[in-house]
């Protein structure tokens, strides 16, 4: 069965900490991308990579930075955690930039 | 996650009903539509897709309408059944900055009682 697996299902980080989450595809997609998702506000993109190395930012990519050194692997960093930068983090990948994307199970962090 | 549905606007039905879920999409030049299915605590989940240049396109015991004049998608779903209570996002694919990607609807939460 083809999945998107998120490394951590819940995280609690501290204000300041440098975080990582890890997400990773075994469908061979060329495209990955990173969401979080709050109440009332939906899925906001964070950012995405169409290729080994290459990323682009999304709607929201203040505050984080993404690592693709290896096709199956996307990986997010935060930097210096913050408090509102608790919420839910969704990796997904697809074929194609535009086309469907298969999510991972999402992480819920927490940063206190 | 289980505070996804905090916010949305619910629908709630019998199980055996017929459920309608709307979306209303932001660019009239969207090629491609998506609809997803969010359970608790999980990741969303592909249920079915239509391209512009069609107006519907039948699943098993989904149906989704697109309507492109007024930029309307709905989603049908048959004989609605508890284990479809979830959130429902729609997703469109919108081209900016040289990339296509998807962005999504807020979401409907579903509710199915028996």
């Known amino acids: 069965d083809v999945k998107v697996t998120q490394s951590s299902r819940y995280l609690v980080k501290r204000t300041g900490e440098k975080v990582f989450l890890e997400c990773v595809q075994d469908?061979?997609?060329?495209?990955m991308f990173w969401y979080r998702q709050d109440p009332g506000l939906g899925l906001r993109l964070i950012y995405f990579?169409?290729?080994?190395?290459?990323?682009e930012k999304g709607d929201i990519p203040e505050g984080y930075s993404v690592s693709r050194e290896k096709k199956e692997r996307f990986s997010l960093i935060l930097e210096s955690a913050s408090t509102n930068q608790t919420s839910m983090y969704l990796c997904?990948?697809?074929?194609?930039?535009?086309?469907?994307?298969?999510f991972g199970s999402g992480t819920r962090l927490t940063v206190v | 996650g289980e505070s996804v549905g905090l916010h949305l606007p619910t629908l709630s039905v019998q199980e055996g009903d017929n459920s309608i879920i709307n979306c209303a999409y932001s660019?009239?030049?969207?090629?491609?539509f998506i609809w997803y299915k969010q359970e608790s605590g999980k990741g969303p989940q592909f249920i079915i897709d239509?391209?512009?240049?069609?107006d519907k396109r039948q699943g098993q015991r989904v149906t989704v309408l697109l309507n492109k004049t007024v930029k309307h998608l709905s989603l049908q779903i048959a004989a609605t059944q508890p284990g479809d209570s979830a959130v429902y996002f729609c997703?469109?694919?919108?081209?900016?900055?040289?990339?296509?990607?998807?962005?999504f609807g807020k979401g409907t939460m579903l509710l199915v009682s028996p």
């Open positions: 997904a990948s697809s074929f194609s930039l535009g086309g469907g994307y298969t």
């Open positions: 990579s169409y290729d080994v190395k290459m990323k």
């Open positions: 239509i391209r512009s240049n069609m």
């Open positions: 469908m061979d997609h060329e495209n």
């Open positions: 660019n009239s030049a969207s090629d491609y």
């Open positions: 997703a469109e694919n919108i081209y900016a900055a040289g990339y296509s990607t998807l962005t």
